[in-house]
Nanobody
Framework: QVQLVESGGDLVQAGGSLRLSCAAS????????NGWYRQAPGKQRELVAT???????NYEDFVKGRFTISRDNAKNTVHLQMNSLKPEDTAVYYC???????????WGQGTQVTVSS
C-alpha cells in the first residue's frame, strides 16, 4: 500500500522557518508530480507548491519567494522549506503524489504548522 508520511510541522514564531518532509513508500516520487497542500481551520484545502518529474517547480502566489519545494530522489522524499512564516500560514500541510499515468492522487496524513504572531 502506497504511503506518504509527512514530518517537520511545529509551532514557530512569525518570521521563523520550518522544513517539512514527506517520505514515500511503494511509489517512486521522481516518476510523478508531487505537491504540498494545506488546509486551515474552516477553509478548503489549497495547493501550495508542486514539483514535476523533471524538477520543474510551481508556487502559489502567497508563498512565492518564501517557500521552496525540492525532492531527494535517492531518499524518495519531498521537502518544503518554509521561510518568513506568517500567522496566515498556519494550517495542516499535506503531501501529495499522483499515481503515475493517472489523475488519482495519494495523500499523506498531514503535519500541523502553527505560526504565532
Amino acid at each position: 500500500q502506497v504511503q506518504l508520511v509527512e514530518s517537520g510541522g511545529d509551532l514557530v514564531q512569525a518570521g521563523g522557518s520550518l522544513r517539512l518532509s514527506c517520505a514515500a513508500s511503494l511509489i517512486t516520487l521522481s516518476f510523478t508530480t508531487n505537491g504540498w497542500y494545506r488546509q486551515a481551520p474552516g477553509k478548503q484545502r489549497e495547493l501550495v507548491a508542486t514539483i514535476s518529474p523533471g524538477g520543474h517547480t510551481n508556487y502559489e502566489d502567497f508563498v512565492k519567494g518564501r517557500f521552496t519545494i525540492s525532492r531527494d530522489n535517492a531518499k524518495n522524499t519531498v521537502h518544503l522549506q518554509m521561510n518568513s512564516l506568517k500567522p496566515e500560514d498556519t494550517a495542516v500541510y499535506y503531501c501529495s503524489a499522483l499515481r503515475p499515468g493517472t489523475n488519482y492522487r495519494y495523500w499523506g496524513q498531514g503535519t500541523q504548522v502553527t505560526v504565532s504572531s
